[in-house]
């Protein structure tokens, strides 16, 4: 009863009957899919010990964020597959996605939406978060049911993407990191392309900082202070 109404919800308003957030003395009606998650995964003070709240990731006010609550910033996504697109131009293109894009189950055969998954954190596609994991299309299934592989792998977007996620022996990285270290999937409420360091892997830099500045928006351009497997950025430039 949560999530369903059994005796309201119909094929138009499968949220027909929830009750949404109190707001004063009435309580709001669920219209998005993300509403009726924030219920829970938003600003609830039963949120996990290190859980987040979503909604303040999906934020259209925070300077990135995945496309849910309506269209994104970053008008440059070259990494995209169709018919993914920055903004919506043609009947078409999808440019706001929802969550049960990446939550819900591995299978085609089951109830669609996030009841269940095979794989870490009910996504529907493998996402590994482990540093040090081998670079393969299974590792980051999810990333790249939307973004292509091969541009990603080639540093069409940064140009050393494909050294932080395959790694490089010459420099003692025999395998790359994650995604997850340098992005957070959901939203960045500090900086451009959903950058936010995993300070489980990353520290600060010998000077003390840990950020992330951009140099140049149309080619790319940017500086790392951070220390990451022992490598002091202070500053790695690109």
């Known amino acids: 009863m949560d999530c369903h109404n059994p005796h309201l919800t119909n094929s138009a308003n499968v949220f027909a009957g929830i009750k949404g957030k109190r707001v004063g003395n009435s309580i709001t009606e669920i219209v998005n899919e993300y509403d009726l998650c924030y219920l829970c995964h938003g600003d609830s003070l039963n949120l996990p010990g290190r859980a987040t709240n979503k909604?303040?990731?999906?934020?259209?006010?925070?300077?990135?964020?995945?496309?849910m609550e309506g269209e994104g910033k970053n008008l440059a996504v070259v990494s995209?597959?169709?018919?993914?697109?920055?903004?919506?131009?043609?009947?078409?293109?999808?440019?706001?996605?929802?969550?049960?894009?990446?939550h819900g189950s591995e299978s085609s055969s089951s109830?669609?939406?996030?009841?269940?998954?095979?794989?870490?954190?009910?996504?529907?596609?493998?996402?590994s978060t482990r540093d040090r994991e081998p670079e393969?299309?299974?590792?980051?299934?999810?990333?790249?049911?939307?973004?292509?592989?091969?541009?990603?792998?080639?540093?069409?977007?940064?140009?050393l993407?494909?050294?932080?996620?395959?790694?490089?022996?010459?420099?003692?990285?025999?395998?790359?990191t994650s995604c997850y270290t340098c992005h957070n999937s959901h939203g960045s409420s500090d900086n451009k392309y959903l950058l936010r360091f995993n300070r489980d892997i990353v520290s600060a830099s010998s000077s003390g900082l840990l950020k992330f500045t951009e140099k140049g928006t149309n080619a790319f351009r940017g500086e790392c202070?951070?220390?990451?497997?022992?490598?002091?950025?202070?500053p790695k430039s690109y």
Do not use: W
Request: proline share 6%; glycine share 8%; net charge positive.
């Open 55 to 67: 909604r303040a990731e999906f934020s259209l006010n925070n300077p990135s964020f995945h496309p």
């Open 80 to 102: 995209l597959l169709k018919p993914y697109r920055e903004k919506k131009t043609e009947p078409g293109d999808v440019s706001v996605i929802g969550c049960r894009d990446c």
């Open 111 to 127: 109830p669609r939406g996030p009841h269940g998954s095979a794989n870490q954190y009910i996504l529907v596609e493998n996402y």
């Open 136 to 159: 393969s299309a299974t590792a980051y299934a999810l990333c790249y049911r939307c973004h292509n592989r091969t541009s990603i792998l080639g540093d069409e977007s940064f140009r």
């Open 161 to 176: 993407h494909s050294l932080h996620i395959k790694g490089k022996v010459t420099v003692g990285m025999n395998n790359g």
């Open 225 to 234: 202070y951070l220390t990451c497997h022992g490598v002091d950025h202070n």
